[in-house]
């Protein structure tokens, strides 16, 4: 079965620093997505990302924070200076074109990266 | 705006017996879709379970059922004959109509921590 995968699965940084996080969605899959979670909390959104630009992006989602799909398989989260605050577990998710009447266009999530910043 | 409520912090339960996790959901959209999410201690997202708001029957998949009730905007998850490994978090989590490709995102609940006793 296809899968989005996510890399690294746990990262350390110092709080300062700039971290890049990967994802490779799902090949035929359109639509991108990251989400977080910090720890014991709800999942929550940040960014979808379709056609080379942002669709939608929450209020967590600041100056901070930026995306690229730099090739035709990878999908990145860059965190410019990392704070203690985005430590959390960063998923990313793909999906297909959207049919009518049909929403669940095979939506997947990546096992996830946990970032602890320090 | 979109809102999934999950008022069962925990749960404990008793192996090879029938769990409902419940799940209420406000919208204002006429199309939408429901998900359910297992996430292990891990941390991966693991899709259970998706119902379509036109979908007249209720889903199934394996042991997990969805008992969809519209008028009622509930969506709780039924998991029958309970095992050892369901121990998770369990997370409801909704999709709205597709609108000028920007709101493809999930919305998701707090969760419900499901603890199955031998």
């Known amino acids: 079965e296809p899968e989005v995968t996510q890399t690294p699965s746990h990262q350390v940084t110092q709080m300062g620093q700039e971290v890049i996080l990967r994802c490779v969605p799902i090949s035929n899959h359109l639509y991108f997505y990251w989400y977080r979670q910090i720890l014991g909390q709800k999942v929550e959104f940040l960014v979808s990302?379709?056609?080379?630009?942002?669709?939608?992006k929450s209020e967590i989602f600041d100056d901070q924070f930026s995306v690229e799909r730099p090739d035709g398989s990878n999908f990145t989260l860059k965190i410019r200076s990392t704070k203690l605050e985005d430590s959390a577990m960063y998923f990313c998710a793909s999906s297909e074109y959207p049919g009518q009447g049909d929403l669940n266009y095979g939506y997947t999530f990546g096992s996830g990266t946990r970032l602890t910043v320090v | 705006a979109q809102k999934i409520t999950q008022t069962q912090p925990g749960m404990f339960v008793q192996e090879k017996e029938a769990v409902t996790l419940d799940c209420t959901y406000d919208t204002s959209d006429q199309s939408y879709g429901l998900f359910w999410y297992k996430q292990p201690s891990s941390g991966e997202m693991i899709f259970l379970i998706y119902?379509?708001?036109?979908?007249?029957q209720n889903a199934t998949e394996g042991r997990y059922s969805l008992n969809f009730q519209k008028a009622r905007k509930s969506a709780n998850l039924v998991i029958s004959a309970s095992q050892l490994g369901d121990s998770a978090m369990y997370f409801c989590?909704?999709?709205?109509?597709?609108?000028?490709?920007?709101?493809?995102?999930?919305?998701f609940g707090t969760g419900t921590r499901l603890t199955i006793i031998p």
């Open positions: 989590a909704m999709r709205g109509i597709i609108s000028n490709f920007g709101n493809e995102k999930l919305t």
């Open positions: 119902q379509g708001s036109y979908d007249e």
């Open positions: 990302f379709y056609n080379n630009e942002i669709s939608e």
